[in-house]
């Protein structure tokens, strides 16, 4: 019998690996197409409830300000860009599957409610809670299966931040279509206005609370300190969305106070935040490249302009000059290797990598790299 066991126990539990491959890709399909149904339900709804007018100047408010907004946020990430794939990923589970999963809930909830006077507070309040939550589960998703891409403060910022943008801009459909229905173009734009142009980065910013806390998380080693950190990033997340929805419940004074008190030192602390990880990550790739520099595969001009923001924009305007879009494109690609190298020694380092053969195999991959960039680059 255990004989048996032994025999047949590894076939039984060993899954060829082409078949998973199939498993996997085809279970991704599932989940897009699901995500893609729940995250087109919104629009639906709003075509049906407030007429084809209503959707289309919705829709396209709501998209108008998208690719902007978007730039503006991947800027952010200088010395190792994100994959466009999971960044893309992001922003399509933030518009769908979240925006879905909130707009059930906070529906039940009011439902349950009966909108009771008593509970009105609490209804308004519970919005930030589920929303939060919902958007929260895409960041703890990538935080658990992607620790090779989502390492750090400002991964934590630039996917919450995509997150925030494509549940803002599915909520806007129904915001702006509304204000449309009501009271025709002009109350679009007002609404456009106000949503769209000077609060862009509420839901990404409520977000980035969440994306901070996660990538604190990132550099605690005991468990509980990282646990503590990720709930607290959500709390704030939390607390942030409460304060806006019910300074927004009251209007006038109270909301522009909000704004003005509240709101932009909260996203001008964001940005002093933001600046502060820029400099690190830079004197991370200074250090981490130092052997490069000392064994003379680096000159050090190349090691100061790989750990500069202000020389790799030099750079790449020389190369536009030079050589136009094509060599522009060209002039990043030495500089992301420099990041993905810099960081992965750093997070072995860290001990949040393994330092075993495939870690060590990809070191000297992204070496030999960096140096075939930067002489087809020659711009040292």
């Not at 690719?67 to 800027?75: D, N």
């Not at 989502?150 to 803002?168: H, Q």
């Not at 942030?240 to 704004?259: D, E, P, Q, R, V």
């Not at 290797?337 to 997070?347: D, I, K, Q, V, W």
Request: with cysteine.
């Amino acid at each position: 019998m255990l004989a048996s066991i032994a025999i047949h126990a590894p076939i039984q539990s060993n899954v060829p690996t082409p078949t998973r491959r199939a498993l996997r890709r085809w279970g991704a399909l599932a989940a897009a197409l699901l995500c893609l149904v729940l995250g087109l339900a919104v629009p639906v709804m709003v075509g049906v409830e407030l007429g084809m007018m209503a959707l289309v100047l919705g829709l396209a408010l709501a998209t108008l300000p998208v690719p902007l907004y978007v730039t503006m946020l991947l800027w952010i990430d200088r010395f190792e860009a994100e994959p466009p794939e999971l960044l893309g990923l992001s922003f399509f589970l933030g518009a769908t599957a979240s925006v879905f999963t909130a707009a059930v809930a906070n529906t039940a909830i009011r439902g349950w409610a009966g909108g009771e006077p008593a509970l009105e507070v609490w209804v308004i309040a519970s919005g930030p809670v589920v929303e939060e939550l919902s958007k929260g589960a895409v960041l703890i998703g990538l935080f658990l299966r992607r620790k090779d891409e989502f390492d750090g403060v400002l991964d934590g910022i630039v996917y919450a931040g995509m997150v925030g943008l494509g549940f803002a801009m599915a909520e806007n459909i129904q915001y702006y279509g509304h204000a449309a229905f009501a009271g025709g173009v002009p109350a679009g734009t007002r609404m456009f206005v106000l949503r769209g142009l000077l609060a862009p980065f509420a839901h990404p910013l409520f977000t980035a609370a969440t994306g901070l806390g996660l990538g604190l998380a990132l550099r605690a080693r005991r468990s509980g300190l990282k646990l503590a950190l990720g709930v607290f990033g959500l709390i704030g997340s939390v607390a942030l969305h409460a304060i806006w929805n019910l300074s927004a419940m009251y209007g006038g004074a109270t909301l522009k106070a909000t704004y003005v008190f509240v709101m932009v030192p909260v996203f001008a602390l964001g940005l002093l935040i933001i600046a502060l990880e820029i400099r690190r990550e830079g004197r991370i790739v200074a250090e981490q490249l130092l052997r490069e520099l000392q064994a003379g595969l680096l000159s050090p001009a190349e090691h100061a302009r790989l750990a500069s923001v202000p020389a790799r924009l030099a750079a790449r305007w020389r190369a536009l000059r030079r050589g136009g879009f094509a060599a522009w494109r060209a002039s990043a690609r030495p500089h992301q290797l420099a990041g993905e190298l810099a960081l992965l020694r750093h997070r072995v380092a860290a001990g949040v990598i393994a330092a075993d053969d495939a870690t060590r195999a990809r070191e000297s991959a992204l070496v030999d790299s960096l140096i075939a960039a930067l002489r087809a680059t020659d711009d040292g």
